[in-house]
């Protein structure tokens, strides 16, 4: 059973960081592609990012380019969100997910909480 665990959310002021984690089992890791994506209260789930299973291709959206960094460690079977110069905009729960291909998604995790304060 494939099983996605994020953590490291909280509350941090604007321009500062964080980094966030997710931790999977289940699934050959070093094979499987990732994705973060993120909700805010009241909006669609939007994606963040993307990773290849060997972490040299990534993809995000416009609104983190320059900012988030997607990096995982294959062997700890984790995959992280870097995130730098966070404004209140990225308050939201985030989430990892497992990439199927196609814009497909599946083995979402619980999802961790980040608040930006101005």
């Known amino acids: 059973q494939v099983r996605l665990v994020e953590s490291g959310g909280g509350l941090v002021q604007a321009g500062g960081s964080l980094r966030l984690s997710c931790t999977a089992s289940?699934?050959?890791?070093?094979?499987?592609?990732l994705a973060w994506f993120r909700q805010a209260p009241g909006k669609k789930r939007e994606f963040v990012g993307g990773?290849?299973?060997?972490?040299?291709?990534?993809s995000y959206a416009d609104s983190v380019k320059g900012r988030f960094t997607i990096f995982r460690d294959n062997t700890k079977n984790i995959m992280y969100l870097g995130m730098n110069s966070l404004k209140t905009d990225d308050t939201a729960v985030y989430y990892c997910?497992?990439?199927?291909?196609?814009?497909?998604?599946?083995?979402w995790g619980q999802g961790t909480q980040v608040t930006v304060s101005s």
């Open positions: 997910a497992r990439s199927l291909g196609a814009d497909e998604y599946d083995s």
């Open positions: 990773i290849s299973a060997s972490g040299i291709s990534t």
């Open positions: 289940g699934l050959t890791f070093d094979r499987t592609p």
